[in-house]
């Protein structure tokens, strides 16, 4: 018998009928002996349904007043969820239970729209598994010391099944979505993009955070620091597929490089179309100066990503730096109040429609000349480059947003990610 949390997204989620199926594939695996979590999302395009509505009365919801009502209101398309797979469940005979953030509780801190998890009680879960439940959590959502509702940030409900999975040491968290696994890049614009059977826990968080959609970023990172284990796979096999079978299928995110069977420089290919860049041009070049301009946006809880500041001349520079179009507006904002009327003489300058382009792979590490390949492809196509971030195991470029699709088939097909490496 295992601990097994199953974790469904939006669309696996999206109708009654597929609910059921989701119903009868977990009670497969709760007749095979195991004991089961289950996380769902909120039925598809419904978050984004509630949160239009919001918009409908506030466009920009800027104050913490406004963004705790958001949460408020997002918060319950998992509510929905969480009941009706308990009633399927309990259809199917399977004895079921479903439980909000705060039930449970989920704790985490206070910030609204991204909170971040800090604690999950699971004394409650374990009860009810004991007495032979299913016990089905609401993913995305928390509660903050104060009792009120939080949400984790769009696509929160991986990190609350992996959270959950952390907390109560699962043998192994399944998220079962609309993908069959963790590609070389978003199959939809590189048709020949491939499933790679394993990845490392690296190059996942890398290609998280680049903007391969497949996994919330958060939720690898606790993957990773709790060492869970971790697989991708599709929630559209026929549930009654043999579940020896199920358990093989999709991307398994693993620990130990050396067990990784594809070895290629590069594994793959993110790409984030929702980036923004602000640049303060002539800003004074004296120390302080980051911290000045960086400090208000990170106590706005905004993040930032690539940062450049130039040569200085007749001590001013230019500071460049991308953060999230969603929070484009707001970050404007702070600098014209908190940080302009201090730097007399700088002006801001912006542009939301770039976009970033990375390339990934822990083979990197080991082999020279990989960005200077990337850089000559790109100049091949004559996409120019704006910025350009590295680390260990990636090369981040920011291009116009316009190229985006151009950038990653060249680099798909310039580090032959098409045909299987050698095993
Ligand atoms: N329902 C939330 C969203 O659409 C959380 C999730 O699906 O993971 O972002
Ligand atoms: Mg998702």
């Known amino acids: 018998m ?41 039925m598809s395009g419904e978050t984004n349904r509630l949160l239009g509505l919001a918009k409908e009365l506030m466009p920009e919801a800027l104050s913490t007043e406004a963004r705790r009502e958001l949460d408020m209101i997002a918060s319950t398309g998992e509510q929905v969820s969480v009941g009706l797979l308990a ?39 374990r009860g009810d598994l004991a007495a032979g439940r299913v016990v089905i959590v609401t993913g995305f959502q928390g509660i903050d010391e104060l009792g009120h509702v939080t949400t984790l940030g769009r696509g929160g409900s991986d990190t609350s099944a992996v959270a959950v999975a952390a907390a109560m040491k699962a043998d192994e968290c399944l998220i079962y979505t609309d993908v069959d696994g963790v590609y070389t890049t978003d199959p939809r614009i590189v048709p020949e993009a491939r499933r790679l059977a394993t990845i490392s826990f690296e190059e996942m968080l890398e290609m998280a955070s680049l903007g391969s959609k497949v996994l919330q970023i958060r939720s690898v990172e606790f993957a990773g620091k709790y060492r869970v284990p971790l697989r991708v796979l599709s929630s559209f096999t026929p549930w009654d597929i043999p579940l020896d ?34 640049t303060l041009v002539g800003v004074p070049d004296r120390p302080g100066v980051a911290f000045q301009i960086l400090g208000p946006v990170a106590e706005a809880n905004i993040d930032v990503d690539v940062i450049i500041q130039n040569v200085s001349h007749d001590g001013r520079t230019d500071f460049s730096f991308t953060v999230p179009r969603g929070d484009y507006a707001r970050v404007a904002e702070v600098l014209k109040t908190q940080v302009l009327p201090g730097m007399e003489g700088t002006q801001m300058t912006g542009d939301p429609k770039i976009c970033k382009v990375s390339i990934v792979g822990i083979g990197m590490k080991s082999h020279a000349g990989v960005a200077a390949r990337m850089f000559r492809s790109l100049s091949e196509e004559r996409i120019n480059i704006q910025m350009i971030s590295t680390s260990e195991i990636k090369t981040s470029v920011v291009i116009d947003e316009k190229y985006m699709e151009l950038a990653v088939r060249t680099l798909h097909r310039a580090f032959e990610l098409e045909s299987a490496p050698a095993a």
């Open 2 to 42: 295992a601990l097994i949390v199953h974790k469904y997204g939006g669309t696996s989620m999206g109708s009654t009928e597929r609910i059921r199926n989701v119903a009868k594939r977990v009670s497969k695996w709760v007749r095979a002996g195991h004991q089961l979590v289950v996380v769902p999302s909120a």
């Open 87 to 125: 009633l399927a469940l309990q259809a199917e005979g399977t004895p079921a239970v479903s439980y909000t953030g705060w039930q449970v509780p989920v704790r985490t801190d206070s910030a609204y729209t991204k909170a971040r998890i800090a604690a999950i009680d699971d004394a409650r879960i």
């Open 245 to 278: 079978e199920e358990a093989r299928s999709g991307t398994l995110i693993t620990f130990e490089e050396d067990e990784k069977m594809e070895q290629a420089v590069v594994s793959g290919i993110a790409f984030s179309r929702d980036e923004a860049k602000i």
